[in-house]
Each structure stands twice: as C-alpha cells, then as structure tokens.
C-alpha cells in the first residue's frame, strides 16, 4: 500500500502506518484513521440469469463486477443501490422490492492505497430482461449470465467471489430440492 507520509496537522513527515487501520504523527500526535466504508452490490435477477457489469477502469479493469459502489455520507444503503443503479445503469428500482442477503468485508485498492470495506449485497428480482445504455467511463459492457456458467475467477472482487460461491451453492440446492418434489 502507498504510505502517506507528511501529517496533515503539522506538515512533517512523521506519520506512521499501524499496518491495519491508522497513520499516527509521531511528532504532533495526530491520528488519521483508515476506518471501513460502506459499499452495495446488486444482484438483478430475471429467473436462473444474473446482470453483470465489466468494469471500464481500475482497480480490475476488464474484470465482471455487480452493479454498486460506496454509500455516500448520510445514506441508507438501499437508497445507495437505487442510486448507483441508476448512475451505473440508468434504471430506476423500487427500493422496496431490494432484498437484503449477506455482508462481507472487502479490499479495494485505489492508487495503491487499501481502503478496507463493508460490502452489503442485496438481490433484485425483475420480470423482464432490459437493455440499458451504459456509462462507458465506468462499465465497458452489461452481460445476462445464466447462474450454472458464472466463472467465478472472472469476478473483479474476493467479497464477490465469496458470496457468489455460496449464492451458487444455495441456487443448487433449491433447484435440486425443487427437481426432488416435482418428482414425487
């Protein structure tokens, strides 16, 4: 990680990294905490298919990412995912319809500094399938992906990794329990 170096208090290079969470200045004590952000991803969901984004910039450019981003002072995380959808995917969502499924913490790396984050995932299910037109500066492509061909090292991000591999997990499960009943 790119260390910070001159205190922002006193101007000398004196700041310290803890190696997890603080710069301190050993020379006015100052103390400039890396605490966690908030950040949403989006599930949108149109029966056994995912709407997955390519991220057009770094941290992992060309790499498959959901639809999210940090939460912003002051802002409850699903009013996060309606606007980043929208920022992202100019779709409007009706937040009600979100639902909550997991948390789970993440690095995201910008300009060689890790910002440690709280990633919280929600899925949104639609009826029909849409086409969108993008915001190329952040996302260079938008893909249906049925849920059995989700190449999981394709994902930009571990938390995403994580919770997709359970995600999949519990899909197989239902739809093997599902396949079971009908059968009887």
């Known amino acids: 990680m790119k260390l910070l170096n001159y205190c922002p208090s006193c101007s000398n290079k004196s700041l310290l990294w803890d190696g997890e969470k603080k ?6 004590n100052f103390t400039l905490y890396n605490n966690v952000a908030g950040a949403v991803a989006v599930v949108i969901r149109f029966g056994d298919e995912i709407y997955l ?6 941290p992992k450019k060309g ?4 639809a999210g981003g ?3 002072p002051k802002e409850i995380a699903e009013e996060a995912c309606r606007r980043e959808l929208f920022e992202e995917l100019q779709i409007n969502i009706d937040i009600s319809s979100l639902k909550y499924l997991t948390s789970l913490p993440n690095v995201y ?3 060689e500094i890790d910002y440690n984050t709280i990633d919280l995932f929600y899925e949104y299910s639609i009826s029909e399938k849409f086409d ?12 249906w992906i049925p849920l059995e061909k989700l190449n999981l090292d394709e994902l930009a991000f571990d ?5 997709f ?3 999949l997990k519990n899909h197989l499960e239902y739809k093997n329990s599902s396949c079971n009943e009908e059968l009887v």
């Open 109 to 111: 790396q910008y300009k």
């Open 63 to 66: 790499k498959l990412d959901l």
């Open 53 to 58: 984004t390519r991220r057009n910039r770094e």
């Open 159 to 163: 938390s995403q990794k994580k919770f």
């Open 70 to 72: 940090f939460i912003d």
């Open 132 to 143: 969108v037109k993008l915001d190329f500066t952040e996302i260079s492509e938008a893909v």
């Open 23 to 28: 710069w301190h200045c050993s020379k006015c």
């Open 165 to 167: 591999k359970e995600y």
